[in-house]
């Protein structure tokens, strides 16, 4: 257990740049200028429009340009777990999504209540990416307001 | 037998149980300040788990000294002095089975190559990494079991109180997995995703070694052993040098010990007892100040017995 020490310092050491992404998707976005979003399809004209506005302020603040890939919710959630894709908007969840353990949920861009359910409206990313996720949270919930 | 604690110990019993309640209260503390920076962190689950289990001994401790106090009943004449280390064993088989269940868990979480999402929180209008959160929460969570586990050391030794004494020991040795738990939240940020898996397999590890100290102390006990030291297998000292003068008082008899609670039961076999009733102090031969440790010797007469032979076989002089 000792030998812990020497790793905790390390990592306290190295700290200054935290979070860092474990795949880099921040960095690769920034880098190679390109943002991979997936647009669920059949999204309602509201859902588009609170999804185009973030994927416009995503690529603001990378300065990549987005390359849009339409399919069904289901097809492009299970491309942005293999890591095809950066970003899926346009999709709506149920509050007890099983989704919501196998990929990050941004806040809530809104909320439809239809037969004592309620479906939110989400932008999502990819587990463990927190750097990536911190930025589409900050931007989320600015379009949320 | 009485069932009374020795006059010597009840202030620091007392002052044990203080800083028993004092700990549940410090835990709880503990447990909903690690419950609210826990997020989806396979290593904050398995150290709040962790706190939640170092509840166990103190409230064993607090029930296990209110029962060791009940009047022998005509059911229990030997009175209640091993319903501790009973439930403290039930404790120790459930803290035991749980550690290994959780080091399962992150070998399957590192195993699914599992990344934990810890985004950012807001904070009074400023954006903070809930990572940071979590790392001031571990060290609260480091801080306070350290500093109880200091203060109960030293009682658990004069009161020769196993529960205690492993409470006292894991609490002291909760440090450890406080720096892991804070180095895998730190690894997380800087990117490694595997440290959230390996953090708490290391913590899981840790609640199973306690799981396992502790069941052996328990059933040392249960198994009617001889006496253990607190701090290891081996035999107590004290123990020890009762046995050593037991064989040389009467030999050729054989010597048992054994141990209810914090007291040493003598059994010497194929001797006949002293004429008199005698003090088991007078067999003692540590500091007599802990002579209350020897509570009853107890004489099997050897065979033929002239005197008694129908009656009993043995003759308690405690």
Redesign the interface.
Known sequence: MRALFPLFFFLLASCGDIPRDPDGSLKRIRRERVLHVGMVEGADLQSIRRADALIAALAKDTGANPAVTRDGQEALLLRLEAGDLDIVVGGRFAEDTPWKTRVTLGPPLASETAAASTLNDHAVTRNGENAWIMLVQREARKVAR | MSNALPEALVPLMRRAERLEWWSIAWTISVIAVMGAAMGSSQTMKTAWIEDCLSLIPPIVFLVAVRVERWAPTNRFPNGFQRAPSLAFAIAAAALTALGGSLLVNSAMSLFAQ???????IDVFGH?L?L?WVMVAAQIYSIVVPLVLGRLKLPLARALNDKTLFTDAQTQKANW?TG??G??GV????????WADAVAAGIIALDILNDGLRALRAATAELVDGTPRALDSPKIAEDAAAIDQLLRARFPGAEVRLRETGRIIHAQVIGATPPAQKVDPATYWTGDPERSWRLGQISFVAPEPFEQEPAASASKGNG
């Open positions: 599992e990344h934990a999402t810890i985004a950012a954006e990494w990572g450890m720096i892991a804070i180095g730190i690894g997380i940020g800087l990117g490694y995703w």
